[in-house]
């Protein structure tokens, strides 16, 4: 089954810096890669997300890129805020077989005011 | 619309006592997902539906776990016997349409603890 490994852990920043994240993953046929937010005591909530016929996304802040050839892609958030301070998951999924998705095992952002 | 429900938000039993948690999901949404999240095992599915259907359960950790979807709008996770392993954030999420392409709104989630 997609297996999705997910870098750094941990992420501290100072406000107004840029923050990366990155995501690679195991089955080439996954083509949905989304990303998802989790601020303290709720649940995930999706923030943008990307598709395999698409290599760059971008949402004001939020950016998210995809490298079908090497099965990585990376979150990018630029002048970060301390409300971006949260944990972030990857994810990934395919439009046949087992459509659930596969989430990656988080990285917790730190912005420092 | 509310979003999705769940409840409780909090759970402490000891072991060995039933726990059943519970979610209602968001109305016209037809596929309903069952999370384990724990540090360290992160994000876990457990078990989704479609259409009230289970489609997959190979998540489902043991036969101490069933879930159930009687009707659209309405799942349970229910474990039995419970054990301080099983202490968690169960998070239900629904969606229209499966995990691909589509966006998964999830609930506030369980925080179970098992003593």
């Known amino acids: 089954g997609e297996n999705v490994e997910q870098h750094p852990s941990t992420l501290s920043v100072q406000e107004g810096d840029s923050a990366v994240i990155k995501c690679t993953y195991s089955?080439?046929?996954?083509?949905?890669f989304p990303w998802y937010k989790q601020e303290l005591g709720k649940g995930p909530q999706l923030i943008i997300d990307?598709?395999?016929?698409?290599g760059e996304k971008k949402d004001q802040r939020i950016a998210v890129t995809l490298n079908k050839t090497a099965k990585h892609f990376s979150l990018h958030i630029t002048e970060t805020q301390p409300e971006d301070s949260a944990v972030y998951f990857c994810?990934?999924?395919?439009?046949?077989?087992?459509?659930?998705?596969?989430f990656g095992s988080g990285t917790r952002l730190q912005v420092q005011p | 619309d509310a979003g999705v429900i769940q409840s409780p938000r909090h759970e402490v039993t000891e072991m060995g006592q039933e726990v059943t948690l519970r979610c209602k999901p968001i109305?016209?949404?037809?596929?309903l997902f069952w999370y384990r999240q724990t540090m360290m095992r992160g994000l876990e599915l457990l078990i989704y539906?479609?259409?009230?259907?289970?489609?997959?359960d190979s998540g489902m950790p043991e036969d101490r776990f069933s879930a159930k979807m009687p009707n659209a709008s309405f799942s349970t996770l229910k474990i039995q016997p419970s054990e301080p392993r099983d202490s968690a954030v169960y998070f239900c999420?629904?969606?229209?349409?499966?995990?691909?392409?589509?966006?998964?709104?999830f609930g506030p989630g369980t925080r179970l603890l098992v003593l």
């Open positions: 999420a629904s969606s229209l349409g499966g995990g691909y392409g589509q966006t998964q709104y």
């Open positions: 089955d080439s046929a996954s083509n949905y």
């Open positions: 990307i598709r395999s016929n698409v």
């Open positions: 994810a990934a999924s395919m439009d046949t077989g087992r459509r659930a998705l596969t």
């Open positions: 109305s016209g949404h037809d596929y």
């Open positions: 539906f479609n259409n009230n259907v289970p489609i997959d």
